[in-house]
């Protein structure tokens, strides 16, 4: 096996270690998904075909909605659009991670696995991205997503009441077990997420801002915080060269 052949090999089962937390959390999460598209008159293989192809529990959870209002197709994909925006933005951020070498094809089938908590993982890994970490993390968290969606359909109506709500909450431990770590080691990284945190509370206080889709909020905030963190806590020339080195090592 070639050097570079056993790099890939290792980006990629770090990228499945890594993803492990993220797709017991898939797992708990698209099973209320399932149960919500059960009581919406999704049957099982649509439901199933739509988190395969889908990884997005707002966009999935407001198409369900939507969906059991009748709406029409041009309505559901405009939706789909404003709520997923923020997709974009995380794959502008990874493609400056991503190794120059890599082909637009690879770059193709990343764009499709980007989700909240696997840019999360991605953009938090040193050095330059190599593409079979997303893999990696993809071949985890995306078959928990769609098998724990198939379950609820199937068996959501099985479980009590108070094990499903309990169900929801994992998504927030995953998002906490993803920025604690970092936080706790960064004062920077520490004081962004509390400003993130408030900033994203008055949102939904503000009169004419509360009325913004949940999507688009997403997206100033990020662009907004993550701007202005750039330009007043620069990451330093000797870390750049450190990330680097420990890559390539």
């Not at 009590?160 to 920025?179: K, Q, T």
Request: glycine share 10%; aromatic share 8%.
């Amino acid at each position: 096996m070639s050097g570079a052949e056993n790099i890939n090999r290792k980006n990629y089962c770090d990228g499945m270690r890594d993803a492990i937390p993220i797709a017991l959390g898939y797992l708990a999460v698209a099973f209320t998904l399932g149960i919500a598209a059960r009581n919406a008159g999704v049957h099982v293989l649509p439901a199933t075909i739509m988190s395969l192809t889908n990884t997005t529990s707002a966009g999935e959870f407001a198409a369900i909605t939507a969906i059991a209002g009748g709406v029409g197709y041009a309505e559901l994909a405009l939706m789909q659009l404003v709520i997923n925006l923020r997709y974009m933005l995380m794959s502008c951020a990874l493609t400056q991670k991503l190794d120059p070498k890599f082909s637009i094809i690879h770059r193709f089938f990343i764009g499709f696995g980007v989700t909240d908590e696997i840019f999360g993982i991605s953009v938090a890994r040193k050095g330059k991205l190599n593409p079979c970490y997303m893999y990696g993390a993809m071949s985890i968290a995306i078959p928990a997503w769609t098998i724990g969606t198939c379950l609820g359909v199937v068996l959501g109506n099985v479980l009590p009441g108070g094990v499903v709500s309990a169900l929801s909450v994992a998504l927030y431990g995953m998002f906490l077990a993803i920025i604690i770590p970092p936080a706790r080691d960064n004062k920077v990284i520490r004081g962004l997420v509390v400003i993130a945190m408030a900033a994203s509370f008055l949102f939904t206080k503000i009169p004419v801002i509360k009325n913004i889709s949940s999507g688009m909020k997403v997206i100033i905030l990020t662009v907004v915080i993550s701007g202005v963190a750039a330009v007043l806590f620069p990451l330093p020339d000797e870390e750049k060269e450190e990330e680097e080195a420990d890559h390539e090592a």
